[in-house]
């Protein structure tokens, strides 16, 4: 199964994608985290692994990359992984990072002012997202940034579910909206996330949220989560409702 977790900046999904990344992984299944976003430079700590390699250093320049992608596609056929297959066990050891069954892959970051837009970052992704063939119980999860760009990039089009994280500001609401009509628009099943609730709050977006039904989990406010954000530790292991979630996700992806 693939999941892209996505929502507006803040909202919790790298969070979120860490707890049901080492929730998953504790339940002996082998687990990859893709992280598509060109800026946070921290999921490697709340996940408790080694920092990781860019993966766009594993292909060279961004131009030669760049070139391999656009000389790979042929007009009116269908758009094949011209970078190549992958799985849990392939996928370059330097250019990724592997704790208790949970493997994190970086695919680039912004590290330089005016070094260049990300088109290249978003293209390696698209193509490594692709090329990932999984196993059995294998899950992969995709990390994304802020907003609906990947949308744009067709990230989400690779997936099986996407599974939005919405915390309880207007700016989330708004953005459920939007992210539904995409969603809807490439027939890939979405589901929401509720996130840093308390009891106010998560009946006001419960009232809000036209589409309850796509609610499949909430994560209440936990001082405990914040504090281990704030000093960039790894989420503890025993915060278990993670594992109710990823249950959830997978009966809702069973019937779609």
């Given at each position: 199964?693939?999941?892209?977790?996505?929502?507006?900046?803040?909202?919790?999904?790298?969070?979120i994608?860490?707890?049901?990344?080492?929730?998953?992984?504790?339940?002996?299944?082998?687990?990859?985290v893709?992280d598509?976003?060109?800026?946070?430079?921290?999921?490697?700590?709340?996940?408790?692994t080694?920092?990781?390699?860019?993966?766009?250093?594993?292909?060279?320049?961004?131009?030669?990359?760049?070139?391999?992608?656009?000389?790979?596609?042929?007009?009116?056929?269908?758009?094949?992984?011209?970078?190549?297959?992958?799985?849990?066990?392939?996928?370059?050891?330097?250019?990724?990072?592997?704790?208790?069954?949970?493997?994190?892959?970086?695919?680039?970051?912004?590290?330089?002012?005016?070094?260049?837009?990300?088109?290249?970052?978003?293209?390696?992704?698209?193509?490594?997202i692709?090329?990932?063939?999984?196993?059995?119980?294998?899950?992969?999860?995709?990390?994304?940034?802020?907003?609906v760009?990947?949308?744009?990039?067709?990230?989400?089009s690779?997936?099986?579910?996407?599974?939005?994280?919405?915390?309880?500001?207007?700016?989330?609401?708004?953005?459920?909206?939007?992210?539904?009509?995409?969603?809807?628009?490439?027939?890939?099943?979405?589901?929401?996330?509720?996130?840093?609730?308390?009891?106010?709050?998560?009946?006001?977006?419960?009232?809000?949220?036209?589409?309850?039904?796509?609610?499949?989990?909430?994560?209440?406010?936990?001082?405990?989560?914040?504090?281990?954000?704030?000093?960039?530790?790894?989420?503890?292991?025993?915060?278990?409702?993670?594992?109710?979630?990823?249950?959830?996700v997978?009966?809702?992806?069973?019937?779609?």
């Amino acid at each position: 199964m693939k999941i892209i977790i996505c929502g507006k900046g803040g909202s919790g999904k790298s969070t979120i994608t860490s707890l049901l990344a080492r929730q998953n992984a504790a339940s002996g299944r082998r687990t990859i985290v893709v992280d598509t976003d060109v800026s946070n430079v921290g999921i490697h700590r709340i996940l408790g692994t080694d920092k990781t390699r860019d993966l766009i250093g594993y292909f060279g320049d961004r131009k030669s990359v760049n070139e391999k992608i656009h000389a790979a596609k042929v007009p009116g056929e269908t758009e094949t992984a011209a970078l190549g297959n992958w799985d849990f066990d392939s996928i370059p050891k330097e250019f990724s990072s592997i704790k208790d069954g949970v493997q994190l892959v970086t695919v680039g970051k912004i590290n330089e002012a005016s070094e260049g837009c990300k088109c290249s970052i978003s293209s390696i992704a698209r193509q490594f997202i692709m090329g990932l063939q999984l196993g059995g119980d294998d899950l992969v999860i995709v990390d994304t940034e802020a907003g609906v760009e990947h949308f744009g990039r067709g990230f989400d089009s690779l997936c099986d579910i996407i599974l939005m994280v919405v915390d309880p500001t207007f700016e989330s609401l708004s953005l459920v909206e939007k992210v539904t009509g995409m969603a809807d628009s490439i027939s890939v099943p979405l589901y929401y996330v509720l996130n840093k609730t308390d009891a106010n709050t998560s009946a006001a977006l419960r009232n809000k949220i036209s589409d309850s039904y796509r609610i499949i989990g909430e994560f209440p406010l936990d001082t405990g989560l914040l504090a281990a954000g704030l000093g960039g530790q790894a989420m503890p292991m025993q915060y278990r409702p993670a594992a109710e979630i990823l249950a959830s996700v997978g009966e809702k992806l069973a019937v779609c």
